[in-house]
């Protein structure tokens, strides 16, 4: 497996625009991860999905974020209008944890680097 | 006061040399992983543990759940092992992962 798959792995915008974050997982992996990072706050969840579910979107900065995962193979974050403050590195992480053991790590794309200007 | 600290924030090292990591944290987990983020950015799993010890060539993770604390040794270190380590918990109740501020290894040669 290539591992998990982000693209693009740089994106420059506008603010205003509207900006769109892929992620291929992991085949087989059952947990899909949105993370930010940031100089000033370190890595920080935004929303997890299981089975293509969300479970947890309490890190979601506002309504201007929004995740789908239409698929098991497939999830975008999309931010509808994008603002200077959003600039981050924005990474993608899968993992299995169905009936397994506690040990499951989690693997993560190559991240994609936003910038809004 | 953060979940999950590291110490130290940064550390300076020669080539060769031993080098320990520390993670304490202030929640309950049900497991620990420790991650190297490279210059590039990339971030790679060096382990997952939920009791005693591992180990992978030069680097060895333990883990001490009364005492909430674990650490990552690096043995004769090299330049290549500059990078950032990172250690993430994860929460007794779902799958997240709570991450540490990291650590920024140098080794120099």
């Known amino acids: 497996d290539a591992g998990v798959i982000q693209s693009p792995r740089h994106e420059v915008t506008e603010m205003g625009q509207e900006v769109t974050l892929r992620c291929k997982p992991i085949s087989g992996h059952d947990y899909l991860f949105w993370y930010r990072q940031t100089m000033m706050r370190g890595l920080e969840l935004l929303i997890y999905?299981?089975?293509?579910?969300?479970?947890?979107d309490s890190g979601m900065p506002e309504d201007r974020f929004s995740a789908k995962m239409p698929n098991a193979s497939f999830s975008t974050l999309k931010i509808q209008p994008s603002e200077p403050r959003d600039s981050a590195v924005y990474f993608c992480?899968?993992?299995f944890g169905k009936g397994i053991s506690r040990d499951t790590e989690a693997f993560f794309g190559q991240g994609t680097r936003l910038t809004v200007v | 006061k953060n979940e999950v600290e590291q110490s130290p924030q940064n550390l300076t090292a020669q080539e060769g040399e031993f080098i320990t990591i520390n993670c304490s944290y202030s929640?309950?987990?049900?497991?620990l992983h420790w991650l190297q983020q490279h210059p590039g950015g990339g971030i790679v799993s060096l382990f997952m543990l939920s009791s005693g010890k591992k180990k992978h060539g030069r680097l060895i993770a333990t883990i001490n759940i009364q005492e909430k604390h674990s650490s990552l040794h690096i043995t004769a270190s090299h330049p290549r092992d500059s990078a950032v380590y990172i250690c993430a918990v994860r929460l007794v109740y779902g799958q997240n992962f709570v991450f540490g501020p990291g650590t920024r290894l140098s080794v120099l040669p």
């Open positions: 999905f299981n089975n293509n579910v969300p479970i947890d």
């Open positions: 929640v309950g987990i049900s497991a």
């Open positions: 992480a899968s993992s």
